[in-house]
């Protein structure tokens, strides 16, 4: 059983370093699972790689081999659509083989294009209809807080589109009046959803102004910079009279030059072929600024 320590330990640069490189490889990942599924959505995953890297490989506490553990920092994906992402790093992590990966989609399966609670530990909740994450973590970390008595921790990952369900400000008002400091929501700042640009269809601005008047902690950050993620959570941790929310700017289709910024790749997958290894050889040279010494 590992130790509990609540503060991650210093983000040197050569952890952070590692931390990068993971978070292509999980994209990598991401486009084969995509790619062979056949279905499935490219944007969202590719834009919370950075994320969810750093929270399986520096920020939760948690433990592949005991998913259950009671100690174990909560992690709700509200928007299940871009559980390939969440797939992804928990198989590097060790919750289930990399080989599984294949089977996204596919009938019989644990991974389903959105996740379901029962089908494999630790994926913490079924989430597929918008807006549930926010209600959820706010009763876990309620009860963690005033029931139990315990330092679990409740992280909630949101999209930015999934805001337009009241249900999300419902919660968040039970969030601030009970002072839940335990339970951090992470916005997804992509400013796509299926539809098209949220601007458009919602706007949603200014979010930091409305989080603020519902008193939350309100931290804004470059979503694919790791150590300004890192930093928040850290800083939310400091935090003890109101919850927090991390608004994570982030670009929807992340490493993949094609895709970047489009709504349409919010819910379509590379087609095999070109478009596939187009993806790959965007992500293995970075957008071409990597030569490979053989070409």
Not at 40 to 51: F, K, Q, V
């Amino acid at each position: 059983m590992p130790q509990v320590t609540r503060q991650p330990e210093h983000l040197h640069d050569k952890k952070l370093k590692q931390l990068e490189e993971r978070a292509m490889k999980i994209r990598e990942d991401i486009i084969a699972m995509l790619t062979e599924a056949g279905s499935g959505h490219s944007a969202g995953p590719l834009g919370m790689a950075d994320i969810f890297t750093a929270l399986y490989f520096h920020v939760l506490v948690h433990d592949p081999k005991k998913p259950d553990w009671p100690e174990r920092d909560i992690l709700l994906l509200s928007n299940g659509h871009i559980c390939p992402v969440r797939y992804v790093a928990m198989a590097h992590a060790g919750y289930i083989p990399k080989r599984e990966l294949m089977t996204l989609r596919k009938f019989g399966s644990r991974l389903q294009g959105h996740p379901e609670r029962v089908r494999w530990p630790a994926l913490e909740s079924t989430s597929g209809p918008l807006g549930s994450g926010l209600p959820i973590g706010a009763g876990m970390a309620y009860a963690y807080k005033y029931l139990d008595n315990k330092p679990n921790r409740v992280f909630v990952i949101s999209s930015d589109g999934e805001l337009e369900a009241g249900v999300n400000w419902e919660a968040a008002l039970f969030a601030a009046r009970n002072r839940l400091h335990n339970l951090t929501w992470i916005i997804d700042r992509n400013n796509i959803q299926i539809d098209g640009y949220t601007e458009d269809i919602m706007p949603l601005e200014s979010l930091t102004e409305k989080f603020m008047a519902f008193n939350f902690h309100v931290l804004e950050i470059d979503g694919h910079n790791i150590r300004e993620f890192v930093d928040a959570v850290e800083e939310a941790r400091a935090v003890w009279e109101k919850p927090t929310v991390i608004i994570a700017h982030t670009i929807p289709g992340r490493g993949v030059d094609f895709m970047e910024f489009e709504p349409y790749w919010h819910g379509v997958p590379p087609k095999r072929g070109e478009e596939a290894e187009k993806s790959l050889a965007a992500l293995r040279t970075l957008g071409g600024r990597i030569v490979s010494e053989h070409e």
